[in-house]
């Protein structure tokens, strides 16, 4: 079993600037890839990024590349989102996840990841 808790989200200014964090509970936390995902209000939960086990495959929607930076801390088991240059599209809840059957990549279907976390929103405000 593991527990993933998000936090950072909240209310930014389009253009600005926001950091999420997930905290993982296993100590094995760096045998899993890990991804973000999002899902806003009336639509379906899209894929935002994703990072391997050892954080040297990474991955992007085409929506956030060039904006958004996934990375993660296997000393702390947390994987962390940093948005940038955001926009009222970005609001949505977030979501992180865990893929403990990936070998080495990283998958974009949320159907293949095996936890979740609660969510945390953000909000994009113009």
């Known amino acids: 079993q593991v527990q993933l808790v998000e936090s950072g989200g909240g209310l930014v200014q389009a253009g600005g600037s926001l950091r999420l964090s997930c905290a993982a509970s296993?100590?094995?936390?760096?045998?899993?890839?890990m991804g973000w995902f999002r899902q806003a209000p009336g639509k379906e939960r899209e894929f935002v990024a994703a990072?391997?086990?050892?954080?040297?495959?990474?991955y992007y929607a085409d929506s956030v590349k060039g904006r958004f930076t996934i990375s993660r801390d296997n000393a702390k088991n947390t994987v962390y989102l940093q948005m940038s240059s955001m926009k009222r599209e970005d609001t949505a809840v977030y979501y992180c996840?865990?893929?403990?059957?990936?070998?080495?990549?990283?998958?974009?279907?949320?159907?293949?990841?095996?936890?979740w976390g609660q969510g945390t929103q953000v909000t994009v405000s113009s």
């Open positions: 296993r100590r094995t936390f760096s045998s899993y890839a």
């Open positions: 996840a865990a893929d403990l059957r990936s070998l080495g990549g990283v998958r974009i279907n949320p159907t293949e990841y095996d936890y």
């Open positions: 990072i391997s086990r050892r954080g040297d495959n990474i």
